[in-house]
């Protein structure tokens, strides 16, 4: 700050608003010359320690992924390369591949690291709702809004938004968030008022939204707005060099939190994982090594500890209770976890994907003894 007319209250209130230093006329050239140079070695000490301040952030938000396919390094790569634009991505894949991991990483490589990450499961939330937790509402909108609430987009101005199971939002919703997505501002269910909010979008599913398009289920405007960059995950048993590493991670988390000492899979047990179809991805792993460390007594996880389903004991397997009707019910216990796993538990769209209605899919369940 340069000024003719000096006064104390001036040069305090320069310094507060965040100039460097306070001179008065006449200055000489070189004076000032040198008080910039200085600023400027202040200004960049304090990018450089914005930089290490974002890289530590990162160690310590950002979530643990093993790499070590080259499908998953491709993966990797994409992320790091899109995560400091405000692009819109699409992740597809499987159910359990870890679509909310590759979104929250995303994130934490971003400039919005220290902004909010909240996700929406679009299919976890009746379909009735889902605009207003996405968009909130004004006092006496509905029957029971009794007061003002924000909606989950507006909770995250500064970070980023993950929706996941896009394809499963009604046409209504779908028009209103297109919007959204275009404008970057939207009405709070029962407002006139728009609200303009600064976030990202990162959207999942596992349905293939292109044929939904062809169909007539999804919009196809939504669909492009959403697809401006894709990551697609592959599903674990193409990428079966990671089980391994994932096996180990997983045994180290679930050791912890049982309060077990475990150290090791045996070379047999890893035979047999890696063997395996693994149609939950890797869910159905982390599932399974939890199974094992829970049920474990040694510290090392042999095949004696593996479900029966991987290790090759299901007796319902062996030739001598062979039958039709055994037959059935596996292929029927088969296909209902399966779905159920894809569907996180949800009984509601699970018996959609099944065909069923929701009571007749309990039925079953509790038939078929699943859990």
Same mark, same amino acid.
């Given at each position: ?24 006329k ?7 010359e ?13 990018l ?14 950002a ?15 994409? &992320? *790091?390369?899109i %995560? #400091?634009? =405000? ?8 159910? !359990?591949?870890?679509? @909310? ?48 609430k ?12 993950f ?6 939002i ?28 600064? &976030? *990202?979008?990162? %959207? #999942?599913? =596992? ?6 398009v062809?169909? !007539?289920r999804?919009? @196809?405007d ?11 995950l ?36 890893l ?12 869910r ?8 094992a ?6 510290g ?6 593996l ?18 009707? =055994? ?14 796993a894809?569907n ?18 309990i ?6 003894r699943?859990?």
């Amino acid at each position: 700050m340069m000024t003719g007319h000096a006064t104390v209250e001036t040069a305090l209130q320069a310094m507060k608003l965040g100039a460097y230093d306070y001179l008065t006329k006449p200055c000489h050239i070189r004076e000032l010359e040198a008080i910039i140079n200085k600023a400027f070695e202040k200004r960049q000490l304090k990018l450089e320690n914005m930089i290490l301040q974002s890289r530590l952030t990162y160690k310590e938000k950002a979530p643990d992924i093993v790499v070590r396919s080259h499908k998953m390094s491709d993966v990797m790569t994409l &992320v *790091r390369k899109i %995560a #400091a634009s =405000n692009a819109t991505v699409l992740v597809t894949g499987d159910s !359990g591949t870890g679509k @909310e991991l590759i979104a929250n990483t995303v994130h934490c490589f971003s400039p919005r690291h220290n902004g909010p990450f909240i996700d929406i499961s679009c299919a976890a939330i009746q379909e009735t709702l889902l605009e207003s937790e996405l968009f909130g509402y004004e006092q006496g909108a509905f029957t029971g809004a009794h007061q003002l609430k924000k909606g989950k987009v507006e909770m995250a101005h500064g970070g980023t938004v993950f929706l996941d199971e896009i394809g499963d939002i009604l046409s209504e919703v779908q028009a209103k968030l297109l919007r959204f997505l275009q404008e970057r501002e939207f009405e709070r269910v029962g407002g006139t008022k728009s609200i303009r909010v600064d &976030v *990202r979008i990162v %959207a #999942a599913t =596992n349905r293939n939204l292109a044929a939904y398009v062809q169909d !007539g289920r999804f919009r @196809e405007d939504l669909y492009h707005r959403l697809n401006v960059i894709s990551i697609t995950l592959p599903p674990l048993r193409e990428r079966k060099e990671d089980i391994p590493d994932l096996a180990q991670f997983f045994l180290k988390r679930f050791s912890l939190d049982a309060k077990k000492h475990f150290t090791a899979i045996t070379d047999e047990a890893l035979e047999k994982l890696s063997g395996y179809g693994w149609p939950g991805n890797v869910r159905e792993l982390a599932n399974v090594i939890e199974h094992a460390v829970v049920l474990g007594q040694d510290g090392v996880i042999s095949v004696a500890d593996l479900p029966p389903t991987i290790s090759g004991d299901d007796p319902s397997t062996k030739a001598e209770s062979f039958s039709y009707r =055994n037959a059935v019910d596996n292929f029927r216990r088969e296909l209902v976890s399966r779905v159920l796993a894809q569907n996180r538990g949800n009984r509601i769209t699970a018996a959609k994907t099944l065909g069923l209605h929701e009571k007749s899919l309990i039925r079953l369940i509790r038939a078929l003894r699943i859990h």
